[in-house]
């Protein structure tokens, strides 16, 4: 099947539907293949995140590319991104432009040179650095950037959350004169003179947009990827930069902690109620270096974490850092390829997108997953654009370069199988919801925002077909009509609906395609069952280090903590107590108390070491740990008052190790199986 610039929903996907009972009237037809593989997928309500905010892009490129396009285009095209048939993203993040100096000739990439929010005096060249003054309203231009603005009106009754960033200060506040960078690219490019006016341009160019659009940006990010040598500038024989890039800037962690402090000076001052978020680094690992080298005053001007997951070590790392700061996560921006040149068939880069997600989903926890932008360049995705074969970038692709008299008929837009894949989530994990542990690490599962249904996504990337098992028997209630809907996307079709199948006797199986994306909807349940929590009060528990394999044991002279081989010694027994006043249940930032087994003493971090302390009074915060979990059996536990975490130091694996705490690393020292002694021990 060929997809047109139109997208349609494609019937006749095989899937075997199979009730654990009787089968459902009306099941789809088998597949041709006989399963080889099966899974069990548990949802467990028992550990839930933040309500999810929802799914978003950066409008950037396409949008600065596209914001003049015939209605026709930008119309259908508004659709595909924001529509109820479309992906429904409802998150958007406005870039603010930096822009070269007037006499610069345009040499970014198509759609990458977003104008400027200044207006420079007749005659000012790229040597003409000196002249810009936040105060004087002639420096402002006021329509600046129609065309990515354009945008801004026509979702604006779409979008409920409005995030502004940005890529490069204008040339005139950098060290080379330049937004694509500096000509060395591992040095700081925004000068330090300007920090304080780079905080103006932002904050006065978000204070313009509210006022012109009837807008309210709830976050402002003052970067893009900082910490990183991506960018830079290389000029030509005759003076002019050459190359074909985008704007970014080198700000090391001090400029960054600077930038943040200005900003923050400058957002007290205005009239908008704009909080920063910071700082979009390039992956997990780059924004933990960033993250550690903030100061503690730094650390509390920024409201919301961002992070892009362009790798993907460290995940769990930036979660963690989220929970000990007590601030939502973003995951705000990816894209990728995932196939082998510019495809709009092959099933393999929309398997790719699903995996990527469901691996955001499952370690960051993140409140909100946003696109970089999911359209894309034709003509730069195509064979000879940005590589000899093309490449899969975007979900949709067309012409950045189409013109008043285009129709859709010559302005073609494409989609290729991750604009299918990717709806799986967005058409079934809203706003609202809440994402929940599930074990089965190719899956991801969500609550509904009202406790009443579920929704679980799965990929099946096998050559062959699987056999799901839906096991609900971590709900407090599975009602006498419940049902598992299936939603397919495979190369045979996007978003098939399947018949419902039974689920009334707590689980549902059903049996999906190879290479197929597969969402589970599933209706009649709620609430959490009594013993559905790994960690309940009143429990006996066992902590085993990932690492060492060797658990976690009172030190015999009572002050602090080490590892030793699991023993029947009752200093290897702890409880876990949920600290009440003020959490919800079930939360994934729940705070535990963790105390010897007889209740006397609690481990507490006093003065960098994690202590054994008498138990006198309420614990205070330095005395409480936030339990995280993939769902692979293993925990890490936060210190809520400084955000490190509980470890075996030095990685060490031998008996009397001792255990305290450092900042999150996602090393197996800092995870603990947390194994029910109470269980062992029968009833």
């Known amino acids: 099947m060929r997809r047109s610039h139109r997208h349609r929903l494609v019937a006749g996907l095989g899937v075997v539907a199979m009730a654990a009972g009787a089968a459902s009237a009306g099941a789809g037809p088998a597949v041709a293949e006989e399963p080889t593989s099966a899974v069990t997928i548990t949802p467990d309500p028992s550990y839930q995140g933040q309500e999810f905010e ?4 950066s409008l950037v490129w396409f949008a600065n590319a596209t914001g003049d396009y015939p209605d026709e285009i930008r119309e259908e095209l508004a659709e595909l991104v924001f529509g109820a048939d479309g992906l429904r993203l409802n998150i958007a993040r406005y870039n603010i432009g930096g822009g070269n100096a007037p006499d610069v000739p345009d040499y970014l990439r198509a759609g990458a040179a977003v104008q400027g929010w200044w207006q420079a005096p007749e005659g000012t060249t790229r040597d003409d650095v000196d002249w810009w003054s936040a105060d004087e309203p002639a420096h402002w231009n006021p329509d600046a950037d129609r065309t990515q603005r354009w945008w801004i009106d026509r979702i604006k009754g779409q979008v409920d959350h409005w995030e502004a960033f940005s890529n490069s200060p204008p040339w005139f506040m950098t060290e080379s004169g330049y937004v694509s960078g500096g000509f060395d690219a591992r040095e700081e490019q925004l000068k330090a003179d300007d920090v304080e006016d780079f905080a103006a341009y932002l904050v006065g160019a978000v204070e313009r947009l509210e006022t012109a659009h009837g807008i309210r940006f709830d976050t402002l990010d003052p970067f ?6 991506y960018w830079s500038t290389t000029l030509g024989p005759d003076g002019d930069p050459i190359g074909g890039r985008q704007e970014g800037a080198h700000v090391g962690p001090g400029r960054q902690q600077e930038v943040i402090a200005a900003v923050d000076r400058r957002l007290a001052e205005s009239d908008v109620d704009t ?11 780059t924004f933990a270096a960033n993250w550690n080298a903030y100061s503690p005053a730094a650390r509390a001007a920024v409201g919301q974490l961002n992070v892009h997951s362009y790798g993907t070590g460290g995940r769990t790392t930036v979660r963690d850092l989220a929970k000990g700061a007590d601030k939502p996560l973003w995951m705000s921006e990816v894209e990728g390829d995932w196939g082998d040149g510019q495809d709009f068939e092959d099933i393999r880069p929309g398997l ?3 995996r990527h997600i469901i691996g955001d989903l499952r370690d960051l926890e993140p409140s909100a997953w946003v696109f970089w932008q999911p359209v894309e360049d034709y003509d730069n995705m195509k064979p000879g654009g940005e590589s000899d074969k093309g490449g899969n970038w975007g979900s949709i692709q067309l012409p950045f370069d189409c013109t008043a008299e285009d129709t859709l008929r010559t302005c073609p837009i494409r989609m ?3 604009f299918d894949t990717a709806r799986n989530f967005t058409h079934h994990i809203r706003p609202g919801d809440r994402l929940v542990q599930v074990a089965e690490p190719s899956s991801v599962a969500a609550i509904a925002a009202d406790g009443e249904g579920a929704t679980i996504v799965h990929v099946n990337d096998a050559a062959e077909a699987r056999t799901i098992t839906v096991d609900l028997s971590k709900f407090a209630e599975v009602a006498a009509d419940a049902t598992v809907t299936p939603v397919v996307t495979s190369a045979d079709g996007g978003l098939v609906p399947q018949p419902p199948v039974a689920a009334a006797t707590g689980t549902a199986s059903v049996t999906v395609p190879a290479h197929s994306v597969v969402t589970l909807v599933v209706d009649g349940v709620s609430g959490a069952a009594e013993d559905a929590a790994t960690i309940r009060d009143g429990r006996d528990y066992r902590l085993i280090g990932a690492g060492s ?5 009172a030190a015999a002279d009572g002050g602090g903590a080490e590892i030793r081989g699991s023993s029947d010694d009752a200093a290897q027994t702890w409880r876990l107590t949920r600290v009440a006043e003020g959490a919800r249940e079930f939360d ?16 507490a971090l006093r003065a960098d070491r994690a202590v054994l302390e008498d138990v006198d009074g309420p614990a205070d915060p330095a005395a409480q740990w936030i339990g995280s979990t993939t769902g692979d059996g293993t925990w890490t536990l936060v210190n809520a008052d400084a955000g490190l975490l509980l470890e075996v130091s030095g990685e060490a694996t031998h008996d009397g190790a001792e255990v ?3 900042t999150p690393n996602s090393g197996a020292h800092q995870r603990w199986q947390v194994v029910d002694e109470s269980e062992q021990a029968g009833p």
């Open 54 to 57: 929802g799914w978003g892009t």
């Open 224 to 229: 893009n990827e900082p910490n990183t040598d």
């Open 275 to 285: 909080v920063i978020a910071a700082m979009d680094e390039t992956n997990p690992t």
């Open 352 to 354: 790719g997108l699903a």
């Open 416 to 418: 290729n199988t991750k």
């Open 549 to 553: 394999g060797r658990s976690l044991t």
């Open 588 to 603: 994934n930032r729940t705070r535990y108390v963790v105390t010897t087994a007889d209740g006397d003493r609690r481990l």
């Open 660 to 662: 305290s705490v450092w």
